[in-house]
């Protein structure tokens, strides 16, 4: 009887012991409940198997690229990776890290961060993500054309579910030294089609949030070139030009791409985006103040 | 009398304006832009209250001590990013006053609730300083 409590304990204390050693070879954990994840393609679409070969790039009646569902469809867009580095979902013409033109200062508190595991992110308290950062949250985003109103909204699922205005109308951008400006978390976005491309020229950024993942400085002089293709039925392509002059000495350039999603979260076909909230389970602010 | 007040105290209200839209605009952005407040003084008793607002604009880090009718503006302002010191000149107005030298370290540099510590040297005398950037 001892002998099997004994067998018993030592089971355990071995569990015990292998668990421990499983979690302290994982990454270290961050403090945001919505983890940074995965350098590459985070969850949505997770489950989904191995695909074969992707359809067409859908368009519209008038011939110009559908970056939504097509009619009577349904579907997302997942996240993508990183706008610097190579791996995964990177684009191949993508800058390393060790090349990009940082001022001396912003080289110094993007080390700083990296350091800290992005303990600081504001995105671990549910800030809203701006610029590329957007597109690097788990559970994706649908863009929803509005023709009527001149203007493609950006709906995400992820973080505090927030969403994004891209005006088609022409409409000049604002002026960063007008005393009315009020800077934002996902900036001022004109947007124009130049062939099968959108491209989307922004300012007017706060410096509240993390532009991308990881901890990129960007300050409030921030102007981004987006540029979204849909190569096909499949891929969403990203690639996005940023002007920072007082934190980067020239403009550089990176991008990734991100995968239609056909299925729930949890894998079950349907392909919509959950109900999710940032805010609903964060249970860490008053730990990082 | 009054005309003069009332220009006294728009002018007022426009630098304490001022220096609340630094805070709206930077949280993230260059580690020293925004409003930090805290204390000088020689003792742990006696303190003095102070104000620092600066702004960056892609080359030079400028700002000033105390926004208000007593407003310092600093003439010189230096960063070292490699260990994050900082040295700040500045010259109060008046015929007697002393120029005022600080030099001070960003701890914990990442935080958006960071301080600067260190030095405020007036003269032959010597202060700690710490001031902590507003949320």
């Known amino acids: ?289 | 009398m009054r005309p003069t007040s009332g220009r006294t105290f728009g002018v007022v209200l426009a630098i304490v304006c001022g220096a609340s839209a630094a805070v709206a605009r930077a949280q993230e952005g260059h580690p020293l832009v925004g409003t930090w407040h805290g204390t000088w003084g020689p003792t742990a008793t006696e303190r003095h209250d102070v104000t620092v607002v600066l702004e960056f604009d892609g080359k030079a880090v400028t700002g000033m001590l105390n926004p208000g009718p007593d407003s310092v503006r600093f003439d010189k302002v230096t960063l070292d990013p490699g260990n994050w010191s900082v040295h700040f000149e500045a010259t109060p107005k008046g015929t007697n006053a002393m120029p005022i030298v600080i030099d001070a370290t960003i701890q914990d540099v990442t935080n958006r609730r960071r301080s600067l510590v260190g030095t405020w040297t007036q003269g032959s005398m010597k202060s700690d300083f710490k001031v902590t950037r507003d949320d």
């Open chain 1, 1 to 289: 009887m001892i002998g099997t409590h004994v067998n018993r304990l030592m089971l355990f204390a071995g569990a015990a012991v292998l668990s421990s050693l499983s979690w302290a070879l994982l990454p270290t954990p961050t403090v945001a409940q919505q983890p940074p994840g995965p350098r590459e393609t985070p969850g949505p679409g997770r489950g989904r198997g191995e695909r074969g070969p992707s359809k067409p790039t859908p368009r519209h009646a008038s011939g110009r690229v559908n970056l939504g569902a097509p009619p009577g469809g349904s579907g997302f867009w997942g996240g993508g990776g990183s706008m610097v580095g190579r791996r995964g979902s990177s684009l191949p013409t993508n800058h390393d890290v060790s090349e990009l033109p940082f001022q001396p200062w912003s080289k110094a508190l993007y080390d700083a961060r990296l350091k800290q595991g992005e303990k600081d992110d504001p995105h671990a308290r549910c800030l809203p993500p701006g610029g590329p950062r957007q597109f690097q949250t788990p559970n994706g985003f649908e863009f929803i054309e509005q023709p009527d109103r001149k203007r493609i909204t950006i709906i995400f699922g992820g973080g505090p579910r927030s969403w994004r205005f891209i005006y088609l109308d022409g409409r000049p951008l604002p002026k960063l030294d007008d005393a009315d400006l009020i800077p934002t978390y996902f900036g001022y976005s004109m947007g124009r089609w130049e062939g099968d491309t959108l491209i989307v020229e922004s300012t007017g950024y706060n410096e509240k949030f993390w532009f991308h993942r990881g901890g990129l400085p960007h300050t409030d002089a921030l102007h981004l070139t987006e540029r979204f293709s849909r190569p096909d039925f499949d891929t969403l392509k990203y690639e996005v030009t940023v002007d920072d002059p007082k934190a980067y000495t020239r403009s550089w350039r990176g991008g990734f791409t991100m995968p239609w999603t056909y299925t729930n979260w949890d894998g079950s076909p349907g392909g919509e985006m959950q109900e999710y909230f940032c805010q609903d389970n964060e249970r860490d602010y008053s730990r990082l103040r």
